[in-house]
């Protein structure tokens, strides 16, 4: 070997080596320049970079140096354990190429003219493994010292090598995260490239980002990768803030769990089996913040440019929530204004109808949340509310003032407007939650209701709960040729047809939230001067308010 790898220069050889890697940015690059100065230093004819194909049993080369393309293509370099020292934990030495039966082509080793062969297998991560083949043009004897700077060499190898292998997936994750972010794709989506690649790259035993509303305090969403457990990813909002302490937006690591006494034992965080976590708190806009955890099944300790990696990729998906907020808030403002719309346009046509909307929507919010449903459902069952009553802009005005005592024909078109209402409402993509609240808002439970006879639960819950709140507006408020009922006995008679015509868990909850909120509840009341003889609105003054879109959607416009 070269003269100059005595004890004397071993720093010297350590520094050149690990300097040639560590300069380097490209991968590619980085291998080419640990090839180059190996062969350098041990004065070696050539040097060859393989890493192990586990699937195909192949030692590919990833670099080489001082080696003909014939030599480099005599064929497959089998990682056969006979054959190759990939598998072995030291070096592997090749004193004569000639007589070694581990030398899988000597003659085209004898035509390059190499006469000694070294291995220095290395470890990269938990599934890479690879090896370093120097060759020399003369018989090799190796010193202890030249064996103790092989090795080193190796292990400084291995850090470079996985150092930059993660520097260029980084690059990859945060160039992908980044134009699907540029290109409006789904949150969801991107989040679950944020943790699969996390999870991949990190070869963790999985990763989540969990999404929290800090005023609700709940889990607002949660997206995972891995090793799914129950312990884990169910974690409920007051556990995770105990454990991640998002609010002081610092990071948190955990290198043993079942030792930490900031882990309590009631979390349940799987023990046994879940180690070693790391979890990165975010901002994201307004009272929602995120948390991206990595968490790994045996003890870790994390280089600080993996820590880097998990904040710089949370902090992507952090950027795409915020903008996926405000864009929620924008479009939220735009169906304000599509449901004051429909709302007062419906309103204007029938003067019985006023309030009755907003009243409905109230009620069955108020029931929604007495029910435990989530502020999201909740927010559906107010909107279906608004909007239930949507179809009857296509009743004839003389149908909408004899509510109550129409006559057969009349009462098959009034029940249309459950229909009708959907198929409007249908049309707006941004809507489309509520459609099935306005389709069936007039099922009954017992299976008498309008317009395919659903019964039970077979009619869904926001329907259900608007079916309560129609009826107890309806009977409430002044009507024309019809007496109010006072709040009391519109409960009662709820409470009656709990179990036939309403579902009974609904009524139950409805009128706890009534009770609970008496002070909302504001009937309407026909203005002074005002009888059963009010006319409505001409209906063909009406229709020229109505937009274009509606129009087309209901019969006889």
């Given at each position: 070997m070269a003269e100059n790898t005595g004890r004397e220069h071993f720093f010297e050889v350590i520094t050149r080596v690990s300097r040639a890697l560590h300069e380097s940015i490209d991968l590619n690059e980085t291998l080419q320049a640990m090839v180059t100065t190996i062969t350098?230093?041990?004065g070696a004819k050539g040097c060859a970079l393989r890493v192990l194909d586990p699937e195909e049993n192949e030692l590919e080369l990833m670099a080489s140096t001082g080696l003909s393309e014939a030599y480099l293509e005599k064929g497959t370099v089998l990682a056969d354990d006979s054959l190759s020292e990939v598998f072995e934990d030291s070096l592997v030495v090749i004193g004569d190429v000639a007589d070694d039966p581990r030398v899988q082509y000597p003659d085209a080793a004898l035509r390059e003219g190499i006469v000694s062969i070294v291995g220095v297998p290395f470890q990269?991560?938990?599934?890479?493994?690879?090896?370093?083949?120097?060759?020399?043009?003369?018989?090799?004897?190796?010193?202890?010292?030249?064996?103790?700077?092989?090795?080193?060499m190796a292990q400084q190898s291995a850090i470079a090598i996985k150092s930059a292998i993660q520097h260029s997936r980084y690059l990859e994750t945060f160039r992908k995260v980044s134009a699907a972010i540029h290109e409006g794709d789904a949150v969801g989506d991107i989040l679950e490239t944020i943790v699969t690649k996390i999870h991949e790259i990190m070869e963790a035993r999985g990763c989540i980002y969990w999404i929290v509303d800090t005023d609700q305090e709940s889990v607002y969403m949660k997206v995972t990768s891995g090793f799914q457990m129950n312990a884990l990813s169910g974690i409920e909002y007051p556990t995770l803030r105990e454990v991640f302490r998002f609010e002081d937006d610092k990071a948190v690591f955990f290198k043993d769990v079942r030792e930490d006494p900031r882990i309590p034992s009631t979390t349940g965080l799987g023990k046994q089996m879940v180690i070693s976590i790391l979890g990165v708190p975010f901002p994201i806009v307004d009272q929602y913040k995120g948390v991206l955890a990595v968490y790994f099944s045996r003890p870790r300790d994390l280089l600080q440019s993996e820590i880097d990696f998990v904040r710089d990729s949370g902090r992507q998906g952090a950027i795409a929530l915020h903008k996926a907020f405000r864009y929620d808030e924008r479009m939220l403002a735009a169906f304000r204004e599509i449901i004051e719309g429909l709302v007062l346009a419906l309103e204007a046509k029938d003067l019985c109808t006023h309030g009755h909307s907003l009243n409905v929507a109230n009620y069955g919010k108020?029931?929604?949340?007495?029910?435990?449903?989530?502020?999201?459902?909740?927010?559906?069952?107010?909107?279906?509310?608004l909007l239930h009553d949507i179809g009857k802009l296509a009743m004839q005005d003389n149908i909408l003032g004899n509510l109550g005592h129409l006559s057969p024909g009349d009462f098959e078109t009034i029940k249309q407007h459950p229909v009708i209402g959907a198929k409007i409402i249908g049309r707006l993509s941004l809507l489309n939650e509520v459609t099935p609240i306005i389709l069936y808002h007039h099922e009954r439970w017992d299976g008498s209701g309008y317009p395919e006879g659903l019964m039970g639960e077979a009619i869904p819950l926001g329907a259900r709960i608007i079916a309560v709140s129609d009826a107890f507006d309806a009977m409430t408020s002044d009507r024309p040729k019809k007496d109010n009922m006072s709040i009391t006995r519109a409960l009662n008679l709820l409470l009656l047809e709990g179990g036939t015509k309403f579902d009974p868990d609904v009524v139950r909850a409805f009128v706890s939230a009534i009770k609970e909120n008496i002070d909302s509840v504001q009937p309407f009341t026909m203005p002074e001067g005002t009888g059963n003889d009010v006319e409505a609105p001409a209906c063909e003054k009406r229709k020229t308010q109505i937009p274009e879109w509606i129009r087309r959607c209901i019969p006889g416009f």
């Open positions: 350098e230093v041990f990269v991560t938990g599934s890479m493994r690879m090896v370093i083949r120097l060759y020399f043009d003369t018989p090799l004897t190796l010193t202890e010292e030249d064996r103790h700077l092989l090795y080193f108020m029931t929604a949340q007495q029910m435990g449903l989530s502020e999201r459902e909740a927010e559906e069952v107010y909107r279906g509310g």
